[in-house]
């Protein structure tokens, strides 16, 4: 079983690091989709002696949430709202390739010395959830547009939840309230859509922004 | 008398542990009391805005409200506790905003928010601080252990800061006079009532944690108590606003209560049981009477608000004549908020000033020139009280309408409204003349606080001038109304003509030549106005004939304006030319974050 654990962890990662050499936003939405569903099959192999009814529903919930109901939401917005299709990246795509790769060489040398509660399921779990975190936070912060935030923040997302199923049997509500994260992005996209929200979030001189945060004062 | 529950919680160092003792039983009288009569009264004040404003948020916030206020008082874990005391933040905050289309109340949320938040960070560092070195969240467990002088003394004074901004002490109050006239009148009761009062909860409960607390401390409870009570009423008195007044007068006494809670420290400093009984349990039972006499005056603002339509008082006037049930009602709470015989405030001012004397006579030097300026500053406030009362029951409810045009419809409001009042003013009474149960009731609350044993010490020694007292009144109103009635049936036979008051040969006399609510102020608020930042425009008349003049008067916090103002704008000058030298991208917060994070990981490997 480990074996499948490993594979879906590098190919999560893999993924990740795909998505930051796309230029298409809709391609990016595919992928995303792509790596949702591998997260969504790792569950299946934690236990190796059979599957618990608590591996089946937290993984069915990621898919059905993660792998069909966000990325349809997201294309779904893609045709209708007009949104533009490419991204805008602050740095060039080879150059967040070598940001990218720099994280992950980082994530694996930190994940050395980290120690988790409880016996590890497989040595890539860790290295690989902090990789797909550092990656997705990479995102948000190289590309410009609202919908390119998002789906960093979902990548990042993925990468927690990645790791919380390292710590499945250890902290028993952790995983559930990673999912409660999802149905909170989920309102989250749902705010940009009705919104119509294009380029980017509030980025107005202070002044103006900051009567608009609060009027006390 | 302890009662414990237990149970188990799936939150790191929280457990569900609740726990009913002397001090939190007084509490939770007042709580049950208040949440209830102001429920009620809510109900028939929330008619009007039925369909119009999102009452049932209001009512879910109201509840939730209710439930971490009984969570806070009986909490005995520290998690739990501050999870209570952040939910009924919280909650309070949106029952505060009910009306946000207006900005005077978002402005006065916001503030609330923000103040009482500043709070929850004191609260936090006492707690971590007291848990660090007794190595539990347990109450009970943490006032087994025994501190240091200096540790006592820190965690002492951020519990002061901590729960006195919660309560309104002086001077860090300034959000409490913005936050009560902005909220629905119920909401003021149920804030001023017990809201507050939770504050003055977290400062007993750190009293009864510490045990023996060095001495100083005594000295600040009775210093703040004798500022927060005396400047509250001189503000009171400045207002022309009803709420705001009423929320002035919260201020005041709370001074009262923590100037009892300074007189049993320092009976507790000076090893004097009696002493220590007397102050905790005046305290107590002034924490009780203020939340019946404060709720109802609330309630019968409310009333006159709603009727009137408008909070300023120099707008009302001869609403008793339109209102009678209100404005008895009003009055009972006026008697009992002024500390007159008969009434609930009367027992508990009492035996504040009984345990002062008691300090006066038995304390070494320094503690009875602390219990002699009590006493000077409780009269003090007992006086000003009266005068600003009379102020307020004689502009809103006597002499005639100041509004031209536009009458106000005759009647007292619905049943919802005047049950609710008259369960409080009973209760008022009640106490005023019976004070014997509540007295018990707060003074076990005093022993436990001082960790005492009951037997040692006869609560006779209190209530027997105090009926004494009870019974001279008695006397003087019978006197009275015997006079009155003699009068009456003297005068029986002659018919007494009703004319227009004689206004110095002003032929066009208007109501508005009334007294208005500054204009009878006015002596007692100029004596002061060194103290008060009193401001008048206007009014000078300069020609022989002079046309038309305007003046306008207003009394200003002196903590607002001339402390926390140009603290906060100085902190806002250097946040600003922080924020102008940022590129305002969103990328550039998150890259910080980012950054911020792969430093906590490189540290993590060092």
Same mark, same amino acid.
């Given at each position: ?53 608590? =591996? ?125 994260? =999802? ?15 294009? =380029? ?18 | ?33 208040? *949440? +209830? ?32 206020? *009984? ?91 901590? !729960? ?34 939770? &504050? ?11 045990? /023996? ?16 009570? +005396? ?72 009333? +006159? ?53 008691? $300090? ?8 009875? /020139? ?11 406030? &007992? ?61 076990? $609350? ?92 206007? $009014?000078?008349?300069?020609?022989? !004939?002079?046309?038309? /003049?305007?003046?306008?008067?207003? +009394? ?51």
């Amino acid at each position: 079983m480990t074996t499948w654990i490993d594979a879906s962890c590098i190919l999560i990662v893999f993924l990740a690091l795909t998505m930051l050499a796309t230029y298409r936003i809709v391609g990016i939405i595919k992928i995303f989709a792509a790596q949702s569903f591998v997260l969504g099959l790792t569950p299946f192999f934690l236990h190796a002696d059979g599957l618990t009814i608590r =591996d089946i529903v937290i993984a069915m919930g990621t898919i059905v949430l993660k792998t069909a109901f966000v990325p349809f939401v997201l294309l779904w917005a893609m045709r209708h709202v007009s949104m533009r299709s490419e991204i805008k990246p602050i740095i060039g795509l080879g150059t967040s390739i070598v940001f990218g790769a720099m994280i992950i060489a980082g994530a694996f040398w930190v994940s050395l010395s980290l120690h988790l509660p409880g016996k590890p399921i497989s040595d890539l779990m860790l290295p690989c959830s902090l990789s797909t975190v550092l990656l997705g936070f990479l995102i948000m912060v190289t590309r410009t547009r609202a919908v390119t935030q998002v789906l960093g923040y979902l990548v990042m997302e993925n990468g927690i939840f990645l790791f919380t199923l390292s710590l499945f049997d250890v902290m028993p509500t952790l995983i559930e309230m990673g999912i409660l994260l =999802d149905i909170f992005v989920a309102v989250f996209i749902m705010a940009i859509i009705v919104n119509h929200i294009n =380029d980017e979030f509030e980025r107005s001189p202070a002044s103006v922004s900051r009567s608009k945060m609060g009027e006390a004062f | 008398m302890e009662h414990i529950f237990q149970h188990s919680w799936q939150v790191p160092f929280g457990e569900v542990s609740l726990k009913l003792d002397p001090l939190s039983l007084i509490f939770l009288l007042a709580v049950s009391i208040l *949440v +209830v009569s102001a429920g009620l009264y809510g109900v028939g004040y929330m008619r009007l805005y039925r369909g119009a404003r999102p009452v049932g948020m209001h009512i879910f916030f109201y509840l939730l409200l209710a439930l971490a206020l *009984v969570v806070v008082i009986t909490a005995n874990n520290v998690i739990l506790f501050l999870g209570a005391w952040e939910v009924m933040t919280v909650a309070t905050y949106f029952l505060i905003v009910f009306n946000d289309e207006k900005a005077a109340t978002r402005k006065a949320g916001f503030l609330y928010l923000i103040a009482t938040h500043c709070g929850v960070f004191c609260l936090f560092l006492m707690f971590f601080l007291m848990s660090h070195i007794s190595g539990s969240m347990n109450f009970d467990a943490i006032a087994r252990t025994s501190f240091s002088p200096v540790v006592a003394g820190t965690i002492f004074c951020l519990a002061l800061l901590g !729960f006195g901004i919660k309560a309104g002490l002086l001077p860090f109050h300034i959000w409490l006079p913005h936050a009560h006239p902005a909220a629905p009148s119920h909401i003021s009761a149920l804030l001023s009532g017990v809201a507050i009062k939770t &504050g003055i909860y977290g400062i007993c409960r750190i009293l009864w944690i510490m045990g /023996a607390l060095p001495d100083w401390c005594a000295y600040v409870l009775l210093i703040m108590g004798v500022v927060s009570g +005396v400047m509250g009423v001189l503000y009171a008195l400045g207002q022309h606003e009803l709420k705001k007044l009423l929320a002035y007068h919260s201020i005041e006494n709370i001074g009262i209560i923590v100037l009892g809670l300074g007189v049993g420290s320092l009976g507790r400093g000076h090893q004097m049981p009696f002493l220590t009984v007397i102050g905790f349990g005046g305290a107590l039972l002034h924490v009780f009477n203020h939340s019946l006499f404060k709720g109802l005056l609330f309630l019968g603002a409310g009333a +006159v608000i709603q009727k009137t339509r408008t909070g300023e008082m120099d707008r009302m006037g001869g609403l008793s004549k339109v209102m009678p049930l209100v404005s008895v009602l009003f009055l009972v709470g006026a008697l009992a908020i002024c500390g007159l015989p008969l009434f609930n405030g009367f027992i508990s001012e009492f035996i504040i000033f009984f345990g002062l004397f008691q $300090g006066l006579i038995h304390l070494p030097l320094p503690g009875a /020139a602390a219990c002699a300026l009590g006493i000077l500053a409780l009269a003090l406030m &007992g006086a000003l009280a009266l005068a600003c009362f009379t102020k307020v029951y004689g502009t809103v409810f006597l002499g005639r309408s100041r509004r031209a045009g536009e009458p106000v419809m005759p009647g007292d409001p619905s049943r919802w409204m005047t049950i609710p009042m008259l369960i409080l003013a009973g209760s008022c009474v009640w106490i005023g003349l019976a004070p014997e149960t509540m007295g018990r009731i707060a003074f076990s $609350g005093g022993e436990y606080i001082a960790h005492l044993d009951s037997s040692r010490f006869n609560l006779d020694q209190v209530m027997a001038p105090l009926s004494g007292v009870i019974g001279g009144a008695f006397v003087f109103l019978a006197l009275g109304s015997l006079l009155i009635f003699l009068r009456r049936f003297l005068l029986r036979r002659l018919s007494v003509p009703v004319n227009e008051t004689w206004a110095c040969g002003f032929s066009q006399v208007t109501p508005r030549f009334q007294y208005s609510s500054a204009s009878f102020a006015y002596s007692i608020v100029n004596f002061v106005k060194a103290l008060l930042l009193s401001r008048r425009h206007g $009014g000078q008349l300069d020609t022989i !004939f002079p046309g038309k /003049a305007h003046v306008s008067s207003s +009394v200003h916090d002196a903590a607002e304006e001339s402390m926390f103002r140009p603290l906060l704008s100085r902190l806002g000058g250097v946040s600003k030319i922080l924020d102008d030298n940022q590129v305002r991208h969103t990328q550039w917060y998150l890259m910080y974050i980012f950054l911020f994070l792969i430093f906590l990981l490189a540290w993590k490997m060092r």
